[in-house]
């Protein structure tokens, strides 16, 4: 994984809505009738696909010093949660659903905010 600092403008597509989410998902969708938060969708925070998500990346989304491993979930997992970005943020599970695309571990890099304890997770991804 690669570690760049960078000034100036960044233009960030992917994981900003991680941080900070919570236990609601990023359409604000409240826990299930079971009391396990809904990530998107059908995804639930308990989904065992989200345990076995390939890392690509440690990165302090929210500024702590702490990373939180960034996991992927690849489109093609028979899963509700397929085609997700995955972290655990203060205990809490927290998905960006990026749906058909296609990451790879090497199109990922860390970035770390100028003037901030911040970081940001920076992927190319190609879409289908």
């Excluded at 690669?2 to 989410?21: F, I, M, Y």
Aim: charged fraction near 15%; include cysteine.
């Amino acid at each position: 994984m690669r570690t760049r600092e960078l000034t100036g403008t960044l233009l960030v597509a992917s994981l900003l809505g991680l941080a900070g989410c919570g236990s609601q998902s990023s359409t604000g969708e409240p826990p299930s009738a079971t009391g396990t938060p809904t990530l998107f969708g059908d995804c639930r925070a308990d989904d065992p696909s989200l345990e076995q998500a390939a890392v690509l990346a440690d990165v302090d989304l929210d500024g702590s010093g702490v990373p939180a491993e960034v996991g992927w979930v690849p489109p093609e997992t028979a899963s509700p949660c397929s085609g997700s970005l995955v972290a655990t943020l203060d205990g809490e599970v927290t998905a960006l659903r990026l749906g058909d695309t296609v990451l790879e571990a090497d199109s990922a890099w860390v970035v770390q905010l100028s003037g901030s304890g911040r970081q940001l997770l920076l992927v190319h991804a190609d879409q289908h």
